[in-house]
């Protein structure tokens, strides 16, 4: 399985590591999360610049977003979809960005 050969989906969540972890300037690293049945992992760091950065892992290829960290509840829900190479985030239920595999990758 490849994030640019086929297409799922995948969610991880993480409770909150402190109370006010999301706007505390403190580095937080959730995961990496336990694999999909199609081997995709994810696994997630809270920057102190207030920014959260996502990766995504099929033992293949891998994708990084990095993106400010929109307003959150208690814990994190990371969602993200994969379509043949197109990969996209959603954070807490919200689309927060996509990539496109570069087409050497999708060979």
Known sequence: ??????SGRFTFT????APHWATDGLYYEFGPSPAS???VRVAA?????GSLEVRVDDGAEDVTFRRPLPPL??????GV???FGTVTLFVNGTRAD???LPTSALV
């Open 1 to 6: 399985m490849s994030l640019a050969s086929a």
């Open 14 to 17: 993480s409770s909150a590591p």
């Open 37 to 39: 049945p199609e081997g």
């Open 45 to 49: 760091t809270k920057h102190p610049d």
């Open 73 to 78: 509840p208690a814990g994190l829900l990371i």
């Open 81 to 83: 979809t994969w379509n």
């Open 98 to 100: 996509s990539v496109t």
